[in-house]
Nanobody
Framework: QVQLVESGGGLVQPGGSLSLSCAASGSIFSINFMGWYRQVPGKQRELVAAITSGGRTKYANSVKGRFTISRDSVQNTLVLQMNSLNPEDTAVYYC???????????????????WGKGTLVTVSS
């Protein structure tokens, strides 16, 4: 069993930066596909970025060039570095490991889907 806990959210001004972390209890070696997703009230949860255990990445068009996803298998941590933030990036950000992120990468994967409880990012002046 794996548990995912996000941290690093908060209030940031437009143009600023924020780094989100997702700590996994248990080994994330067992999770080949991980990703960050975000959701605003009234809208569906959407992919922000996903990454495979081999380091292949996929980004939503809206964050390309501004956000960077990375994973540290030694520290069991998934990180999302967010730069040049704008108000449209305001959302609750969720960490995922498993099926959803595999599908985001276009990979068929039959396994468990793990989600964190989310961390709120607010971009406002």
């Amino acid at each position: 069993q794996v548990q995912l806990v996000e941290s690093g959210g908060g209030l940031v001004q437009p143009g600023g930066s924020l780094s989100l972390s997702c700590a996994a209890s248990g080994s994330i070696f067992s999770i080949n596909f991980m990703g960050w997703y975000r959701q605003v009230p009234g809208k569906q949860r959407e992919l922000v970025a996903a990454i495979t255990s081999g380091g292949r990445t996929k980004y939503a068009n809206s964050v390309k060039g501004r956000f960077t996803i990375s994973r540290d298998s030694v520290q069991n941590t998934l990180v999302l570095q967010m730069n040049s933030l704008n108000p449209e990036d305001t959302a609750v950000y969720y960490c995922n490991g498993g099926v959803t992120s595999a599908q985001a990468m276009g990979i068929t994967f039959y396994g468990t889907d793990y989600w964190g409880k989310g961390t709120l990012v607010t971009v406002s002046s």
